[in-house]
């Protein structure tokens, strides 16, 4: 990667450029532009910097640099003219009634464990089998076999039920700021602990990803409703934050090493490998099917890819599983199907389309975040889903699945009705951030 090196290094500083800019003309981190700069600066770091075996192609840096360019400006034009035009929100904006949040959340999380035990008795185990180790490892390496292969499903009951964890991580999220109880707090978190057993039961990661993100998604909107947008970030969260990811490589580990069952476990070696692959591969995959995949001249897919789910629910087409299902062979050897997001903007609507597709997401971010600071109701939701999909761009488009935005569905009128009062209304000056 040596000759690359240069190139590189100077998108990632193009990166950084569009992240600081962004986080200081609208003087938040939650700003959608420099929350999309700052996370692309992070997903192109990694393997630049990370895996120096893997070749990244510099032209597939700067087409995101473009991307992100194109995002950001859109976000922070939309923000502006928002935020002029819109009526000024409470002096003292409401706060979602924790108590009410508490009980959605357990209600999903109820039906979420429905799911856990629907993949149990989906391999002819009792529950009791829920109390025995060796189970979640059989049990695991069944559906991963089957996933594989191709001929084994997860139970229709277990994929509705998902959908109960799923709108109980938008509710934790939401609950851990708007109570600071202890008890909330810990309650708060219990959507991640019955997603973490599904992805067990399933040796399925994105599974325990998706809720993450959702949770995380949520607790960010709430902060933005409530004022308290990011305007810097400390080192006690830097490191709180490199903790969750350290403990999120060891679950994912552990996943990857049970998925051949008790009697065929995979090396330690095996397992790290696939886990560099997923960690660093979205970036020269890109940049492998960019140099080497693309074609300009093939017919456009007109939002199969970014919208596989709602095609598949329609009947217009068949989501692919895993959305794409070709892979790259990569200069280290491995192979991998993750594209980013962007291959799938490129290729429903071409490259000119895919550029416009990214403003106009950075322009309804951009606007979304602006009425969400001033107190527009309905607009929680409506940012956590748009937090959701910047962060799953390196790696898929979040439309593409039916579940996860079924969850959200549930979680507007869920949630609307708990913040609409308010007080007297606030200039500009009130919507100072707050340092996390």
Do not use: K
Not at 304 to 319: C, D, H, M, N, V
Not at 377 to 401: D, E, K, M, N
Request: with cysteine.
């Amino acid at each position: 990667m040596a000759e690359t090196w240069p190139a590189c290094a100077l998108g990632l500083l193009a990166l950084a450029a569009a992240a600081v800019l962004s986080r200081r003309l609208s003087q938040s981190w939650l700003s959608p532009g420099a929350f999309f700069a700052g996370l692309w600066l992070v997903a192109c770091a990694a393997p630049v910097l990370g895996a120096p075996e893997e070749q990244v192609w510099p032209e597939a840096v700067w087409l995101l640099v473009l991307f992100v360019a194109v995002f950001c400006t859109a976000a922070l034009l939309a923000e502006r003219r928002t935020l002029e035009r819109e009526p000024a929100g409470p002096v003292s904006p409401p706060r979602p009634a924790p108590g009410p949040l508490r009980f959605m959340l357990l209600a999903g999380c109820a039906l979420g464990l429905g799911a856990v035990a629907a993949l149990m008795a989906g391999q002819e185990h009792p529950l009791s089998d829920l109390l025995r180790p060796e189970a979640w490892v059989e049990v695991g390496a069944r559906y991963a076999v089957g996933r594989y292969e191709q001929n084994l499903d997860e139970p229709l009951a277990a994929r509705l039920l998902s959908v109960g964890f799923y709108f109980a991580a938008i509710a934790g999220g939401a609950l851990w700021v708007a109570s600071r109880r202890a008890l909330d707090r810990a309650a708060a978190i219990l959507p991640l602990l019955v997603a973490l057993a599904h992805s067990t039961l399933t040796t399925a990661r994105a599974v325990l990803l998706f809720a993450l993100s959702m949770w995380a998604a949520s607790a960010f909107a709430s902060l933005v409703v409530a004022r308290r947008p990011i305007a810097r970030i400390r080192p006690l969260t830097l490191l709180g934050g490199a903790m969750a990811a350290a403990a999120l490589v060891a679950v994912s580990t552990g996943m990857q090493l049970a998925r051949g069952g008790a009697d065929d476990l995979t090396t330690p070696q095996e397992a790290f490998s696939h886990l560099g692959t997923w960690l660093f591969g979205h970036l020269p995959g890109f940049g492998a099917w960019l140099r080497d995949g693309f074609d300009p001249g093939a017919p456009l897919q007109m939002g199969r890819r970014t919208f596989g789910g709602a095609f598949q629910l329609l009947g217009l087409a068949e989501r692919e599983r895993g959305v794409f299902a070709d892979f790259a062979r990569l200069s280290s050897g491995r192979e991998t199907n993750i594209y980013t997001a962007l291959r799938g903007l490129i290729e429903d609507f071409g490259l000119a389309g895919g550029l416009l597709s990214a403003a106009i997401a950075g322009w309804a971010s951009g606007v979304t975040y602006a009425q969400a600071l001033r107190g527009r109701p309905g607009r929680q939701v409506a940012l956590a889903l748009a937090y959701c999909f910047i962060l799953w761009t390196p790696i898929v488009s979040f439309f593409s699945y039916n579940t996860l935005l079924v969850a959200f569905a549930l979680a507007v009128p869920a949630l609307h009705p708990w913040a609409q009062e308010g007080g007297p209304h606030a200039d500009a000056a009130d919507l100072r951030p707050l340092p996390l």
